[in-house]
Every structure is written in structure tokens, then in C-alpha cells.
Nanobody, 120 residues
Framework: VQLVESGGGSVQAGGSLRLSCSSS????????LGWFRQASGKEREGVAA?????????WYSDSVKGRFTISKDNAKNTLYLQMNNLKPEDTAMYYC???????????????WGQGTQVTV
């Protein structure tokens, strides 16, 4: 299993970024896919999650609801996180993750990428 994040960077408050997560090695449409973040000195927290099947059911943390959008491209096996109206408190390392057992925002997924840094 391989998950590779990209798209992080530095942006001013109020700006936008789109993170991408290219995946391989597992059945993309049968797994739950999620974005998590970990700020310096804090625990990893769930940001958004999505069932990669036809239901497209999604979950968002209260802190990002209305500002972030999780989406996927099944043809490209790629997960995205569109982040708008970014705030300084969004600064963190962002990770994508995949789990074939269940779908929620708990940071105990089976497979993880190495992360991409977002600084606001």
C-alpha cells in the first residue's frame, strides 16, 4: 500500500490550497479514505473522511466544516482535500490515510502517507 500526499505549502490567512493523495496497492473503491492533521505539540486529529464507494458518504470535523471539501477521482486513485478560507490554526502536517474496516475520523487507520506541511 502506498499513499503519497502533495500540494502543501505556505499561504496567507483566507487563502486556499488543494491537497492530493495518490494511492496504490489496495482496492480504492472499497476503502474509507481520510485526511488527518497534526500540529506541533498536539495529537493527530481527523479532518475529513469519505467512503470511496458509490455512496460518497462524508465526515468533517467541526473545525473545518464549510471550509474544507474532501473528494476523490476513482479513475486516478486519488483523494483530494480542497481547503478554503484557511486560518492560522489550520497550520499542521496533513496526512491521508486508508482503512478497509470502517469509516470515521478516528486517527487509527490501517495505512498512512508521509504527510505534507500546510502553513498559514
Amino acid at each position: 500500500v502506498q499513499l503519497v500526499e502533495s500540494g502543501g505549502g505556505s499561504v496567507q490567512a483566507g487563502g486556499s490550497l488543494r491537497l492530493s493523495c495518490s494511492s496504490s496497492g489496495f482496492p480504492f473503491t472499497e476503502y474509507c479514505l481520510g485526511w488527518f492533521r497534526q500540529a506541533s505539540g498536539k495529537e493527530r486529529e481527523g479532518v475529513a473522511a469519505l467512503y470511496s464507494d458509490a455512496s460518497n458518504e462524508t465526515w468533517y470535523s467541526d473545525s473545518v466544516k464549510g471550509r474544507f471539501t474532501i473528494s476523490k477521482d476513482n479513475a486516478k486513485n486519488t483523494l483530494y482535500l480542497q481547503m478554503n478560507n484557511l486560518k492560522p490554526e489550520d497550520t499542521a502536517m496533513y496526512y491521508c490515510a486508508a482503512d478497509g474496516r470502517r469509516c470515521d475520523l478516528s486517527p487509527s487507520y490501517q495505512h498512512w502517507g508521509q504527510g505534507t506541511q500546510v502553513t498559514v
